[in-house]
């Protein structure tokens, strides 16, 4: 499931792969975009925020800068390719875009809210996100401010809404509140102490920078890298409850109900 630090991950791989190369050909299999051809424009940058990536490119003539933009929501992700490597990550029918440049294939699966827009317009479609958490805007005291002017949202939808902070996913939500033992129902203007909160989610998310394997525990070992998400009725690791499961707004989330009380 794509979190922040998944994004980032991506545009980093993306980056290394497609910086500053010529593409040799492109295929788009969204309606939007399925007569657009980019051949021979150059990939200047790949970069992430919050679950948005963004590819910008360069037109042969030397116009006008564009953006690439896809949403990667719960099931997107892209993957590349040596030339001639079978593409082997998802079924061929999920592909939505293909990028191609003398030494790479960039393929894009199940992505979402693709466009082709000037770079200058990319305020349309990210604009409206809080502080990235791995971005170099990150502002925690922006991103307090923006949790704190819906006081009486639940915590845990508060997390997820990409307007306040950017980044976290159901998995960074569910450890969060579990390491700060915060009930998921919690009102925002009831919790004791948003500033660290928002601290502790930009140092999780920092601290998975760079690798697939996402832990909150600090052991990359399977079946050991989180405290209650994906452990329905499994012991608590820290008081050997059972933890919980329950849907909470449109989401699925873990709780330990010993080391997570419920508000009073």
Known sequence: MPEGDTVWNTARLLARALTGARL?????RVPQLAATDLTDWRVADCASRGKHLLIRLAEPTGGTPWTLHSHLRMDGTWRVYAPGQRWTARPAHLIRVVLTTATATAVGYHL???ALMPTAEEHRLVGH??????????????AVRRLADRPAESIAEALLDQRNLAGVGNLYKCELL???GINPRTRVDAVPDLAGLVTLAHDLLAANRGRWTQSTTGSLHRGQTSY????RAQPCRRCGTAIRKEELGERVTY????CQPAPT
Do not use: I, K, N
Not at 255 to 258: A, G, K, N, S, V
């Open 178 to 180: 579990f390491l700060r």
């Open 112 to 114: 979402h809210e693709v």
């Open 129 to 142: 996100l809080g502080p990235d958490l791995l971005g170099p805007d990150w502002d925690p005291a922006e």
């Open 24 to 28: 040799t050909g492109s295929d788009f």
């Open 255 to 258: 709780w330990c109900p010993r």
């Open 228 to 231: 209650v998400y994906g452990r």
